[in-house]
T-cell receptor
Framework: DTGVSQDPRHKITKRGQNVTFRCDPI?????LYWYRQTLGQGPEFLTY????????KSRLLSDRFSAERPKGSFSTLEIQRTEQGDSAMYLC??????????????FGSGTRLTVV | AQSVTQLGSHVSVSEGALVLLRCNYS??????LFWYVQYPNQGLQLLLK??????LVKGINGFEAEFKKSETSFHLTKPSAHMRDAAEYFC????????????FGQGTTLQVKP
């Protein structure tokens, strides 16, 4: 068990470009979460999956954002037509699911996106 | 709706002094509460959690927190600060209903002076 892995660690992109981030959760965890953290703020919930099903999306997740977890294992978060306001740390977390989902979960190290 | 307020965005203590980081919550259901620590350019690490068992919760690295329902508080303490405790600390509350979704406070940066 190597924990939650996120790739890349850092991404610099030009405004208007598309970017995709990957998250590999802890292997036996069926819940996967995406959060966004801007400078000086706490993380904000974006979306979560139970296996391959995306069960909830925040209003923060505009139409330019899409997340997938095609086989219930790794997940990708894509941002199309990036804007400077998308610059943030994108955090992925996983948990065993069910009632224990309320017991906290394991975060990855995050992907820091800078849009120039 | 659930919410979390962390009092004090920056706290500075001397090495060896008591650490006290304040967190107050609002929740319409019995809450699950958490403290996470974040080191620079890292993800969040779970320090401790309250899940309706003992009100005094012990976590890693010598930290503990006490759930006080009457005060809607979940303050984080450590008797003696170490230089390695310098980091950002986040209090969070679960929104319940088994979603596992967390609402985080704004964070408190802990500075430890030699």
């Amino acid at each position: 068990d190597t924990g939650v892995s996120q790739d890349p660690r850092h991404k610099i992109t030009k405004r208007g470009q598309n970017v995709t981030f990957r998250c590999d959760p802890i292997s036996e965890h069926n819940r996967l979460y995406w959060y966004r953290q801007t400078l000086g703020q706490g993380p904000e919930f974006l979306t979560y999956f139970q296996n391959e099903a995306q069960l909830e999306k925040s209003r923060l997740l505009s139409d330019r954002f899409s997340a997938e977890r095609p086989k219930g294992s790794f997940s990708t978060l894509e941002i199309q037509r990036t804007e400077q306001g998308d610059s943030a740390m994108y955090l992925c977390a996983s948990s065993p699911g069910g009632g224990t989902a309320n017991y906290g979960y394991t975060f990855g190290s995050g992907t820091r996106l800078t849009v120039v | 709706a659930q919410s979390v307020t962390q009092l004090g965005s920056h706290v500075s203590v001397s090495e060896g002094a008591l650490v006290l980081l304040r967190c107050n919550y609002s929740s319409s259901v019995p809450p699950y509460l958490f403290w996470y620590v974040q080191y620079p350019n890292q993800g969040l690490q779970l320090l401790l959690k309250y899940t309706s068992a003992a009100t005094l919760v012990k976590g890693i690295n010598g930290f503990e927190a006490e759930f006080k329902k009457s005060e809607t508080s979940f303050h984080l303490t450590k008797p003696s600060a170490h230089m390695r405790d310098a980091a950002e600390y986040f209090c969070a509350v679960s929104v319940g209903s088994n979603t596992g979704k967390l609402i985080f406070g704004q964070g408190t940066t802990l500075q430890v002076k030699p």
